[in-house]
């Protein structure tokens, strides 16, 4: 149970006692709470109970509300309606004294999940050697918001990265670098050089023969070959490392395990999946064939674990990395935040994992697909030229909007001052708009709406933030944070209290879904419920001291709760913007 547990728990519990007492014969019934336009809460779950039992809905409904006169400090009301569904509306003094409550809990009365265990989360993924793009934006914010929401939750997360650092391409790289003193000093030289070297491979025989037994040499060791490896490999992280730290994402060099990693790990694998008889061989390669798999000419479509010509594919270091992070590692949960093109591959390697023992019944594993983002044209987002957009212009871009909108906001700024904002809310902006949008569909990337002061937007959101502590710095200095509970509420105090309620509520939502966006709607929704509070029931003018302090109250609450939220979804709450 949570620290504070939340009213909508409070007021189920008693009510499941409120049913049990007043139908003794009913069978289990849960009362399926639900907040309503007509009440506080509708409880729907009584039809249920008289379907059962034979019995007019209505008549168990009055007996329940009977019962419920003599057991429930919280409820102000309660009124039969309909055919047997129950209306509840919660006590002023109930809202004012959870809000006090959670004020004064350093987690806001949110408490862990239940069943918190160890979560392996496989997020970003970039490739050494080549500059991360619009693509990585995605698997990186949203892993980034998953792997705290599901820390804050009790849940031990393992953070990894698995990096694209093996394989021919280097075999390349590394040959053309030498042969033509090509130089690689940083990442987007090393990406403009693979490109070249990849035409080179391609159009020369010769060159690409010698690229393949660079690739040989690397694999056995060969100093000089591996040293050149090393050295990109440093770079390139270097890179990434820049990149998170913009971001603002908890990623580390620590939490960076390439494919290189597991390649000492393949041989057993490919031979523990053919002694096993989960891999078989099929025209030289080592395969692993499903039912109901196939092409569109109705052939079997395999998962290649070895390749005929000996090579290992993604499969195989896929698997090695499942078998590692279960036994080595003691993951309850594998969770992969990949594109959702890859659900095929992710199925497939779960299932051979799950026939080859690596994957127990009691280890859950889940790839956490995510849509394309789009550009105006309703395709996938390029560049003007029709490559592939960098993350790092994109973040530029997106501060750079953030530094105008401030600036002609806020003139007088001085620049580091400015600086700092249009970081916090460019980056913010950024981040918000990816993760508010549902995990699974594609969205249409546009600035200009993700830097709006107004609407569903990061910058919204931290305006809000930044509003309340505008109006907390200019309270009285001896003004408290404590409930009266003599006040009665106004509707938009009500409103407020209520929503604040829910907080906890909507990060377990995010756990089980794994879905950002919910905690986003939330987050939206308590800002938007402020902004009518702050209209309707002033909060310094208020008309006398009791009043103002349990507007304050929920000032102050509602400014934690949005920087809790915030923070979750790897964005900054600015006290001042």
Known sequence: MPAVPSLAATVHAGLQQAIGAALPDAPDCDPQLRRSDRADFQVNGLLAAAKALGANP????????????????????????????????????????????????????????????????????????????????????IGDALARILSFGGERVVRRNHLGDWGTQFGMLIEY???????????????????????????????????RRRVVALQAGDPPTVAAWQQIVDESKRYFEAVYQRLDVLLEDADAVGESHYNPMLADVCAELEASGVAVR????????????????????????????????????????????VATLGADRLLYVVDSRQALHFRMVFETARRAGWLPPEVTAAHVPF????????????????????????????????????????????????????????????????????????????LARMVSLTGDTG????????????????????AGYLAHPEVALTPAERSLALLLDECGAALAAVAESREPHRLCTYLYQLAVSFSAFYEHAPVLKAPDAATRENRLLLCRLTARTLALGLGLLGMAAPEQL
């Open 371 to 446: 849509g394309m983002v789009l550009g105006p044209d309703g395709r996938p987002f390029k560049t003007r030229a029709g490559g592939t957009v960098r993350l790092v212009d994109l973040l530029d871009e997106a501060v750079d909007r953030a530094a105008a909108v401030i600036a002609e906001k806020s003139p007088d700024l001085a620049p580091e001052q400015l600086a700092e904002r249009a970081a916090q809310v460019g980056i913010g902006a950024l981040k918000y708009a990816d993760l508010s949008n549902a995990r699974t569909r594609d969205y249409v990337f546009d």
């Open 58 to 141: 209505r008549e168990l409904a009055e007996r329940v509300c009977a019962e419920l006169s003599s057991r429930s400090a919280e409820l102000a009301g309660w009124e039969v309606s309909g055919p047997g569904f129950l209306n509840l509306t919660l006590a002023d003094s109930a809202l004012l004294a959870q809000a006090e409550a959670r004020l004064a809990d350093d987690r806001l009365g949110i408490g862990q999940l239940p069943g918190a265990g160890v979560t392996v989360l496989d997020y970003s993924q970039p490739n050494i050697a080549k500059e991360m793009h619009v693509g990585h934006l995605r698997s990186t914010v």
């Open 177 to 211: 670098r030498d042969e033509f003193g090509a130089d690689g000093a940083d990442v987007a030289s090393l990406d403009a050089l693979y490109k070249t070297s990849r035409r080179h491979f391609e159009a020369d025989p010769e060159f690409a023969e010698r690229a």
């Open 282 to 325: 099929s025209q030289g390669a080592l395969c692993v064939f499903f039912d109901g798999i196939l092409n569109p000419d109705g052939d079997p479509v395999p998962l290649i674990v070895r390749k005929k010509d000996g090579g290992y594919g993604y499969a195989a270091s896929d698997l090695a990395a499942v078998r590692e992070r």
């Open 459 to 478: 910058v919204y959101l931290q305006y809000a933030h930044a509003r309340i502590h505008s109006i907390l710095r200019k309270a009285p200095a001896d």
